[in-house]
């Protein structure tokens, strides 16, 4: 269900239609995850284009060189290296052979950031999985209340 659906459940009366219980956990899933979820995939994003623009730009010059090869965004991003010839890797290992990389790369402001980054992106994964499970969960109390409504009125 989506949130637009949620909504014309509501302004429609037929929410009333569902038990007190799946109510209360639709209306918390709509009217407050969904929510953060919004604003939790706007805070990743923008915490993204930071870590990658200011901490690990090479992580933007490979996929754009993989990309210029004629890959997809997500087949770039999937890439192997094994996949790739010896010139394009000599290529990126190049890269890191300018002064001012090496600086980035072996800074502690480095190690820090990408630490940081995957705490963020461990807390974000568990938060999807708990975001999935309560979907889930109301999906199931639908179902239910579907069939119990068929059953009743054959």
């Given at each position: 269900m989506t949130d637009a659906t949620f909504k014309s459940l509501i302004s429609s009366n037929r929410i009333d239609l569902f038990s007190d219980n799946?109510?209360?956990l639709m209306n918390d899933y709509y009217?407050?995850?969904?929510?953060r979820i919004t604003d939790n995939?706007?805070?990743?994003?923008?915490?993204?284009?930071?870590?990658?623009q200011d901490y690990h730009p090479f992580s933007i010059y490979y996929a754009n060189a993989i990309?210029?090869?004629?890959f997809s965004e997500f087949k770039a991003r999937e890439t192997e290296i094994d996949a790739l010839d010896d010139e394009l890797i000599n290529h990126f290992k190049r890269y890191f052979y300018k002064a001012e990389i090496k600086k980035i790369y072996s800074s502690e402001k480095f190690l820090i950031h990408t630490s940081s980054f995957?705490?963020?992106?461990?807390?974000?994964d568990n938060q999807i999985a708990i975001f999935t499970n309560k979907r889930n969960?109301?999906?199931?109390?639908?179902n239910e209340n579907?069939?119990?409504a068929e059953?009743?009125?054959p």
């Open positions: 799946l109510h209360s009217e407050s995850i969904q929510k995939n706007h805070m990743v994003d923008n915490t993204s284009i930071k870590y990658y990309i210029d090869l004629g995957k705490n963020r992106i461990y807390k974000y969960v109301i999906a199931k109390e639908i579907i069939q119990m059953n009743e009125n």
